[in-house]
């Protein structure tokens, strides 16, 4: 019969028990200086998010709402929380690099603390600090934890809500499940539906696993959602009764309604593709890279390099969860049935979604898959003295060695020993699973196994590290096929994507002349300039220290202002001039409110040249 070795009875002597804690320390101090180290080469990073944190800071209502500007003009397209963190850390610290990029790296050192004690509890210190250690480095968490978008607090939570379900069932405390579902509420409150990937293995893990009878369960995870809901629904109350002129204008929308956010632009369109058709970045500007639908998806370029690494592991550990099913305890069972569920969900979602499908969207999958990981591995060795478990461990080497080297050959201008380097260790580490097991091999064997399992990550999480990042399209690892999609000053990503797509993902570059326009905007002005596309506009703030009109939201196509508005407020003297540079694909093809000002505009007002821009300085129309 199968079985695992459940949690010690007896406390560990005290030098095991100090040696453990030095040994978590040093797994938390290592994260730290990962995701620390050199942190402002990112610069601004996501300067649509930077924006919003600087406009948090400067105006309540910007902080409440997430607006793009202190005047409050349109918000950007997610709920607020993540850029509370932001804006208090700006408030206290000043707008600086690490003032934005901080509070996102502790987050990172956080979920890697979660995942240790996760594992740790349920399979033992030492596969606690592999899963840990998994996290930590890989690329999709370096990139997202040394960045300012959202995904950081939305993957803490998503963590956080796990370790704390896990907890309630050990400790049999329905305090814990209120934590629980109030991180998922928080969670909502930071990315919207996306949070709902965790939610189908917390209820698993409560109501079929949970501790007492049916009835109780079911009233533990009734207690839960209340605690989400009521989470969620308080800031959800004020903006329901917030007046639409007394608030922004909700960005990714086309009727000012947070429920199409959700449902929408942040919901069913990132599944179906239409977020990506109404921004008009595939077909029209050639830009399109057909993605097959399905686990394949994952060995291409830049989705390779995030997690393939791990991916054989924990694919493993879905099928020894299973395995191990019947002989678990039931706090080992809900460990086991929580990180399936969880890895399922957040995995198929990720191989089957259409549209734009970025490379950091695999981080939600990172913890559950190294947990997973950390039980195929544990049970693999400890079982090899069976025949059946040496041909699984050596299986599952076998296929790491294989997706390894194929992203060891998808960066092989960065590091060109390294796939020389997989075939060697990897070959030597599935020769030693498949021998019979011999007490001086093991520890060589190990070292192989894990040099296999955690080089290739900690590689690519290094140049990460190294690396400037910025823009919309983040990505761990070294540049594939000669490019990096967050790397603006790549040419040959210059020349695949154009410089409406370019305009769209990173912003368009300022003009330094037309700052130095903006500087001489009397305070009266509410938007000493209006730009199109909310990173470009985002920039021009940053720069300025002054809000800026952004047109169109993200993508060009949102209805704020729209072309009456527009001419309300310059008639108002609210709006000094427009910027106008690289716009959004959408506004070059003609398509929403932006085009039709930008249109308006040029027939009504001269251009004065700044560099590859035109500035319409607002007068009487001519």
């Known amino acids: 019969m199968i079985t695992v070795a459940a949690l010690p009875t007896k406390a560990p002597v005290s030098g095991t028990l100090a040696r453990s804690r030095w ?9 730290a200086v990962l995701y620390l180290w050199n942190l402002s080469i990112n610069g601004w990073a996501n300067a649509f998010y930077t924006a919003a944190a600087f406009s948090g800071a400067d105006n309540f209502t910007a902080f409440f709402f997430g607006s793009s500007d202190p005047a409050n003009a349109i918000s950007v397209d997610k709920p607020p929380l993540a850029l509370w963190v932001m804006s208090l850390s700006v408030k206290l610290f000043g707008l600086n690099s690490w003032s934005l990029l901080v509070p996102q790296a502790l987050m990172g050192v956080g979920t890697v603390w979660l995942i240790h004690r996760m594992a740790a509890q349920h399979l033992g210190h030492r596969w606690g600090l592999l899963a840990g250690t998994l996290m930590a480095i890989m690329p999709a968490a370096t990139a997202v934890f040394r960045y300012n978008n959202p995904d950081a607090l939305l993957t803490f939570l998503m963590t956080a809500a796990a370790w704390a379900t896990l907890r309630a069932i050990r400790t049999e405390r329905q305090r814990f499940l209120a934590l629980a579902g109030a991180l998922i509420g928080a969670g909502f409150l930071t990315k919207q539906l996306q949070v709902a990937l965790i939610v189908p293995a917390l209820l698993v893990a409560v109501i079929w696993l949970g501790p007492g009878r049916l009835g109780q369960r079911i009233r533990g995870a009734a207690l839960a959602a209340g605690t989400a809901l009521a989470t969620a629904g308080a800031w959800l109350a004020v ?26 632009y942040n919901g069913l369109d990132r599944l179906t593709g239409l977020d990506a058709q109404r921004a008009e970045v595939y077909e029209d500007l050639g830009t399109k890279t057909d993605l097959p639908v399905g686990p394949l998806r994952f060995v291409l370029p830049q989705m390779a390099g995030q997690i393939l690494w791990v991916l054989p592991l924990a694919v493993a550990g879905t099928v020894l969860a299973v395995v191990l099913w019947r002989s678990a305890q039931g706090q080992l069972r809900a460990f086991l049935a929580l990180n ?33 990981a950390a ?13 059946r478990y040496r041909s699984l461990l050596a299986s599952c080497l076998a296929v790491t060695l294989l997706l390894d080297y194929i ?56 140049f990460t590290a190294g690396s400037a990042h910025e823009g919309a399209g983040l990505a761990g690892g070294p540049p594939v096929g000669g490019h990096r999609p967050d790397d603006p000053a790549d040419p040959g990503m210059q020349r695949q994507d154009g410089p409406q797509y370019a305009a769209l993902k990173f912003g368009d570059f300022i003009e330094p002349s037309a700052i130095e326009g903006l500087s001489r905007e009397p305070k009266s002005v509410t938007w000493p300039a209006a730009v199109i596309g909310s990173s470009s506009a985002a920039k021009y703030e940053i720069a300025a220290r002054r809000s800026i009109l952004a047109v169109g939201g993200f993508d060009g196509t949102d209805p704020s202002p729209t072309l009456e508005d527009f001419k309300s407020r310059l008639a108002s003297g609210r709006v000094g001039e427009l910027i106008v540079g690289n716009v959004p694909p959408a506004t070059a093809l003609g398509v929403g409110e932006a085009a039709k000002i930008l249109t308006w505009v040029k027939a009504n007002y001269p251009c004065r040249p700044a560099g590859h821009a035109c500035v319409y300085r607002f007068g009487p129309p001519e």
């Open 239 to 264: 903006l329901a009764l917030t007046p639409a002129g007394s608030r922004p204008f909700i960005g990714g929308t086309r009727s000012n309604s947070f429920w199409e956010l959700t449902f929408g």
């Open 375 to 387: 039980v195929a591995l544990k049970t693999l060795i400890e079982k090899r003295k069976s025949i």
């Open 23 to 31: 040994e978590t320390a040093g797994l938390l101090a290592g994260t």
């Open 407 to 462: 992203v060891a050959m998808q960066g092989v201008n960065s590091f060109p020993w390294f796939p020389m380097f997989i075939l060697g260790t990897g070959s030597l580490a599935m020769a030693w699973a498949i021998l019979p097991p011999l007490r001086k091999l093991v520890a060589p064997g190990m070292a192989l196994t894990v040099c296999l399992i955690l080089m290739g990550p900690a590689l690519w999480s290094g």
């Open 340 to 372: 399936f569920v969880w890895f399922f969900c957040s995995i198929t979602v990720v191989a089957y979604m259409s549209g734009i499908v970025h490379a950091y969207y695999l981080l939600p999958t990172v913890p559950s898959a190294t947990c997973l």
